[in-house]
């Protein structure tokens, strides 16, 4: 195995494409993906690039995604093009498929319908936890009515949701203190 200073991240793939992203520090800190080198990553857990694409890709049946991703996952194709999204990432197996674009917003895209969804706007103070709060937004309402991969206009409140979510929480310095409720979000949103 790895030594720790072979080793500078730690990936646990829990289930069905669900990831904890590790860096072995003093701090031992949880980090999001965004802050690790993915190169680091392929190599520890496969053995190519390409095997990398392949598992990955391979595991998806709900996927939340950034541009980087399509841009890694494509070998360099432009993550803004829908056609490369369709075409290269979108298979029979996935139910939907969310690319985030921070507070511009996210893209969705089922086997029946596709969209745009804007973003919620905010002062950033700190980015951290962002997208695990629009993961949890999302969640949240998937979990509250399933039927929402099949209906556009619920799919689209669902991820207006999520995007209020993430905007919210990078308004507060750090992940725990900018932690969520569903109250608070609900209330931010009407004002």
């Excluded at 520890?44 to 598992?55: K, V």
């Excluded at 432009?78 to 990432?89: A, I, R, T």
């Excluded at 745009?116 to 993961?135: M, Q």
């Excluded at 509250?144 to 206009?153: A, G, Q, T, Y």
Aim: charge should be negative.
């Amino acid at each position: 195995m790895y030594s720790d200073s072979d080793m500078y991240a730690l990936v646990d793939i829990l289930d069905k494409g669900c990831y904890n992203w590790y860096q072995y520090s003093e701090d031992d800190m949880l980090l999001d993906k965004s802050e690790l080198d993915r190169n680091l990553i392929e190599k520890a857990l496969w053995p190519s690039a390409e095997a990398a694409r392949n598992g990955i890709m391979s595991i998806w049946e709900l996927a939340d995604i950034s541009k980087e991703d399509i841009t890694f996952l494509t070998c360099g194709d432009d993550p803004y093009d829908d056609d490369v999204v369709l075409n290269k990432l979108f298979h029979p197996h996935i139910e939907l498929l969310i690319v985030t674009e921070g507070s511009e917003g996210c893209r969705h895209y089922t086997k029946d319908f596709k969209g745009r969804v804007a973003g919620f706007k905010a002062k950033p103070v700190d980015t951290t936890g962002a997208s695990d709060a629009f993961v949890s937004g999302f969640l949240y309402s998937l979990a509250s009515d399933p039927s929402i991969l099949k209906d556009k206009e619920n799919l689209r409140k669902a991820l207006y949701f999520a995007n209020v979510c993430g905007g919210i929480t990078v308004m507060e310095r750090g992940a725990i203190p900018a932690l969520l409720t569903k109250d608070a979000v609900l209330q931010f949103d009407a004002k």
